[in-house]
């Protein structure tokens, strides 16, 4: 079965540190991956999305940014986070070209930052 | 105007009530719709998919697509207080971006 794992899960950061979030997938082979986030009270917000190892489409301009260094490997990063990147991050997974949005979420990464 | 309308809550009901989750949205080229289900400070997980119009039964849940009236519908039955959650709706036209509504939270009461 497939699975995903997420970290770390909880994270509170200073104002200008930098991030990195990663996430993997098991038991299956070239996902599409996702990076979403999530604010109190709203809807997810698609932050990138990759069809395979290198390829990257970003959604929403920001200080934010992901690589896919590996087949199930995602990974979200900034240089410098600033008092709005905190807020609640979610990786998912998508069978190969499915794109129906059946999509599997790890458990997610709670950033806060001061 | 958003693309999907669902109202925020809370929803608050007794246990073991008929429970009506709902969305509106705009855009007539979706195809593919989607209940997630998000317990609190979790990732949300994928309750119900349905294609086009219909309805379609899973258990206590039944999920349906009026397309005429791009109105979607989620009826949980004989509600628990496991049920306590928020559930986001989401749809999609076939391609990578889902468009997601702001989630309901549900509140089942013992």
């Known amino acids: 079965s497939q699975t995903i794992h997420q970290w770390p899960a909880t994270l509170v950061q200073p104002v200008g540190s930098p991030l990195s979030l990663e996430c993997t997938v098991e038991?299956?082979?070239?996902?599409?991956l996702y990076w979403y986030r999530q604010a109190a009270g709203r809807g997810l917000q698609l932050l990138f999305y990759?069809?395979?190892?290198?390829?990257i489409s970003s959604e929403v301009p920001q200080n934010l940014s992901a690589s896919r260094p590996q087949d199930r490997q995602f990974i979200l990063s900034s240089k410098k986070l600033l008092l709005s990147d905190s807020g609640f991050y979610l990786c998912?997974?998508?069978?190969?070209?499915?794109?129906?949005?059946?999509?599997?979420f790890g458990e997610g990464s709670r950033l806060t930052v001061l | 105007q958003k693309e999907v309308e669902q109202d925020p809550g809370p929803l608050s009901v007794p246990e073991g009530a008929i429970v009506s989750l709902n969305c509106t949205y705009s855009n007539s080229a979706f195809q593919y719709f989607m209940w997630y289900r998000q317990y609190s400070r979790k990732g949300p997980e994928l309750l119900m998919y349905?294609?086009s119009s219909g309805n379609k039964e899973d258990g206590r849940f039944t999920a349906q697509v009026d397309k005429s009236s791009k109105y979607i519908s989620l009826f949980i039955r004989d509600s628990q207080p496991s049920d306590s959650a928020t559930y986001l709706c989401a749809m999609s036209d076939g391609n990578y971006q889902l468009i997601w509504g702001a989630g309901t939270k549900l509140i089942i009461k013992p």
């Open positions: 990759s069809v395979g190892i290198g390829q």
């Open positions: 998912a997974w998508e069978p190969d070209r499915a794109n129906t949005g059946e999509l599997f």
């Open positions: 038991g299956t082979s070239n996902p599409n």
């Open positions: 349905t294609y």
